[in-house]
């Protein structure tokens, strides 16, 4: 043994004949048939075999059941809302129960994104009622416009659920109330409009911190105090923090109460035709009894300096001659 691996040509001639065994069945036709060679699967028809199982493991899953949270949200934005024109008239219980399919919805205003409400945009329906809590539910939503309607009652303090909110357009309606401060935990949000409403209040300062705001309306409510600074629009200021929003005066002009940059200095407020008439009549009725008073007091002086002399010559008569 430790002759043929020192060896390499013994070696070889001591496989020789086991080589040449393989060879000759290798070559015998006898012998291919009696083992036949399994060639392996091909790449495409791994392919189509996959395929097949996708195909079929989506033919079984429920693609068009409804987004529960999607569900309840529709559900309650309906029943919240007064249709007087009919723009809603597809909104049918039955329909929410699969508002999406896929990116389509047959829903009116409604689109979706992967089987999720992402868009409600109901906008000049003359929609009466108000805005339901339970539209947090969508929370997938990124924008939500349902301006130019008759909406009333206040803002719900649960849109700042929808964390993934872009838009929120709620101007042109009758809304009335605060501007929640809670907003501001929709980080996402880029455009709040709130104009030609009947909000009242203050305007929330946490609203300036909103990092991406590009657009922000609150114009014509009953808003009062002071414009938050990081909402002001303060062009070319050294201090302005970068990528902070800043608007004009056309965000904030017709709201009485409302002040400060970048809307003009509050006139003083004239007296108004009451007030001028009362100062007028107190005026006239003090002088009046000043001069009243100042006649009383000349004519009291005036008789006592002439009862003087007569009342000395009486007690003159009185008094003996010596």
């Not at 006898?30 to 060639?39: K, L, M």
């Not at 949200?73 to 129960?97: V, Y």
């Not at 997938?140 to 357009?169: R, T």
């Not at 929709?186 to 909103?210: F, H, K, T, W």
């Amino acid at each position: 043994m430790r002759t043929l691996l020192q060896n390499p040509n013994d070696l070889k001639r001591n496989a020789a004949p086991f080589l040449m065994l393989g060879d000759t069945q290798s070559q015998n036709p006898e012998f291919r048939s009696s083992h036949p060679r399994h060639p392996p699967m091909s790449r495409h028809r791994l392919a189509v075999t996959a395929a097949a199982v996708v195909v079929l493991l989506l033919s079984l899953s429920p693609l068009c059941a409804a987004n529960p949270d999607d569900e309840r949200c529709l559900s309650s934005l309906h029943q919240s809302l007064s249709d007087p024109s009919g723009g809603l008239r597809n909104w049918s219980k039955a329909a929410f129960s699969a508002p999406c399919e896929g990116f389509v919805s047959h829903l009116q205003g409604v689109t979706c994104n992967n089987g999720r409400v992402y868009k409600l945009a109901l906008s000049g329906l003359s929609l009466g009622g108000a805005i339901p809590p339970q539209l947090s539910n969508c929370t997938n939503l990124q924008s939500l416009d349902l301006s130019s309607n008759a909406l009333s009652g206040a803002i719900p303090l649960e849109l700042s659920a929808l964390v993934n909110l872009a838009v929120l357009n709620l101007s042109a309606n009758s809304l009335t109330g605060a501007i929640p401060r809670e907003l501001a935990a929709c980080a996402y949000l880029n455009v709040i409009d709130l104009q030609d409403n009947q909000l009242s209040g203050i305007i929330p300062d946490e609203l300036g911190l909103l990092v991406r705001l590009s657009t922000f309306d609150v114009s014509y409510n009953r808003l009062s105090g002071p414009i938050p600074v990081l909402l002001a629009n303060r062009t070319g200021a050294g201090t302005a923090a970068v990528g902070t929003a800043r608007f004009n005066a056309s965000s904030f002009v017709g709201n009485t109460d409302l002040y400060g940059y970048p809307l003009p200095p509050m006139k003083t407020r004239g007296l108004s035709v009451l007030a001028i008439v009362g100062i007028g009549l107190g005026s006239g009725l003090l002088s009046l009894v000043l001069s009243f008073s100042a006649v009383c007091l000349w004519l009291r002086a005036t008789h006592r300096t002439a009862a003087t002399p007569s009342e000395e010559g009486k007690i003159s008569k009185l008094m003996p001659d010596y």
